[in-house]
Nanobody, 123 residues
Framework: QVHLVESGGGLVQAGGSLRLSCAAS????????MGWYRQAPGKQRELVAI???????HYSDSVKGRFTISRDNPKNTVYLQMNSLKPEDTAVYYC?????????????????WGQGTQVTVSS
C-alpha cells in the first residue's frame, strides 16, 4: 500500500508565494514520474507540472516561469514552488506519482493520487 500526503497550501495575496510538498510512503520498489495537478471549481483537473525520476520537467503554459517543480528522491518527496501567484491559480492542488511495486510473483506499475491541498489567491 502506498500513500501521498500533501502540505503547504493556504491563502495568499496575489503576487505572493507558496511552496507545496508531497511525501510518498508505503511499500514500493521505485517512483517514476511525480507531478502536480489542480482543479478549480467547475473546471476539469489539469496538469500543472511533472518531473521524471531523473529530473526532467514539463510545465503547463499557464505556470511556466512562475512555478518550479523539484524532487528529493531519497526523501520520496516532490515540491512545487509557486511564485507570482494570481487569483486564477486558486484551486485544489493534487500530487500524483507513478509507483512500481515488485513482489516475488508480480511487477506492477500504477499511478496514485494525494488527497489534495487548497490554494487560494486573493486579489
Amino acid at each position: 500500500q502506498v500513500h501521498l500526503v500533501e502540505s503547504g497550501g493556504g491563502l495568499v495575496q496575489a503576487g505572493g508565494s507558496l511552496r507545496l510538498s508531497c511525501a510518498a510512503s508505503g511499500s514500493f520498489f521505485s517512483i517514476n514520474d511525480m507531478g502536480w495537478y489542480r482543479q478549480a471549481p467547475g473546471k476539469q483537473r489539469e496538469l500543472v507540472a511533472i518531473i521524471t525520476s531523473d529530473g526532467n520537467t514539463h510545465y503547463s503554459d499557464s505556470v511556466k516561469g512562475r512555478f518550479t517543480i523539484s524532487r528529493d528522491n531519497p526523501k520520496n518527496t516532490v515540491y512545487l514552488q509557486m511564485n507570482s501567484l494570481k487569483p486564477e491559480d486558486t484551486a485544489v492542488y493534487y500530487c500524483s506519482a507513478g509507483f512500481r511495486v515488485v513482489t516475488h510473483n508480480s511487477d506492477e506499475e500504477f499511478e496514485h493520487w494525494g488527497q489534495g491541498t487548497q490554494v487560494t489567491v486573493s486579489s
